[in-house]
């Protein structure tokens, strides 16, 4: 079975500040990994995802992700944040074996002047 | 306008009762899902659907019907309303499995 583990239901930073959200996954196969983000009351919007190959990946808004196999990671980060990244960043995991898209609990990103 | 999106955007309804919350999509993608948003949890899957006249169980089924007549409509419904329905419900996309899904504004449900 595959399991998605989101470190911090909270996290605040300062306007400019370094933005790291952790995400651990479990996965007996390859896992495709995704991040999502959503803001009050919208649906989810695709950040950014890891299929195979650059284990690195950019995606919109400044983001990136880099897959850790060794570590089971998959942590999202931004250099400098910014008031608009305010909202709650979900990540997720599914694979060719199952394609059911699992969730983590959710990382509710704050964002102060 | 294409997309996907869901009807209606709020529902208040009492215990016991039917309720129906729709799903469109206009890309023709083939897989279709259901899921419900609760704090703590995330989100969980309660139905999926492969193309139309298939579908499966997800994670939290208890409680929901689906069906899929046609390609682009995926209707939830729940057949006798619990209190413990009562969260936001997301439709979502895929043109492939394993692909981005795309996801709905979401159905706020209150179960009185």
């Known amino acids: 079975a595959q399991s998605v583990t989101q470190l911090g239901s909270h996290v605040s930073v300062s306007e400019g500040a370094l933005v790291l959200l952790r995400c651990n996954y479990s996965?007996?196969?390859?896992?495709?990994l995704f991040w999502y983000v959503q803001y009050p009351n919208q649906g989810l919007q695709l950040l950014l995802k890891?299929?195979?190959?650059?284990?690195l990946v950019k995606g919109i808004n400044g983001f990136e992700a880099e897959f850790k196999k060794s570590e089971t990671s998959f942590h999202l980060t931004k250099p400098s944040a910014h008031m608009s990244d305010a909202a709650e960043y979900f990540c997720?995991?599914?694979?060719?074996?199952?394609?059911?898209?699992?969730f983590g609990s959710g990382t509710r990103l704050l964002v102060r002047p | 306008d294409a997309g996907i999106t869901q009807s209606p955007r709020y529902k208040i309804t009492e215990t016991g009762r039917q309720v129906t919350l729709m799903c469109h999509q206009t890309w023709s993608h083939s897989y279709m899902f259901w899921y419900r948003q609760d704090l703590g949890h995330g989100l969980r899957l309660i139905y999926y659907?492969?193309?139309?006249?298939?579908?499966d169980k997800g994670e939290v089924p208890d409680g929901y019907v689906v069906s899929r007549s046609k390609t682009e409509n995926f209707p939830l419904t729940l057949e006798s309303a619990t209190r413990s329905q009562t969260s936001v419900y997301f439709c979502?996309?895929?043109?492939?499995?394993?692909?981005?899904?795309?996801f709905g504004p979401g159905t706020r449900l209150t179960v009185l």
């Open positions: 979502a996309s895929s043109e492939f499995p394993t692909d981005t899904q795309y």
């Open positions: 997720a995991v599914s694979s060719l074996k199952s394609y059911k898209l699992i």
């Open positions: 659907s492969a193309a139309a006249d298939i579908t």
């Open positions: 890891y299929t195979t190959g650059a284990t």
């Open positions: 996965s007996s196969v390859p896992p495709y």
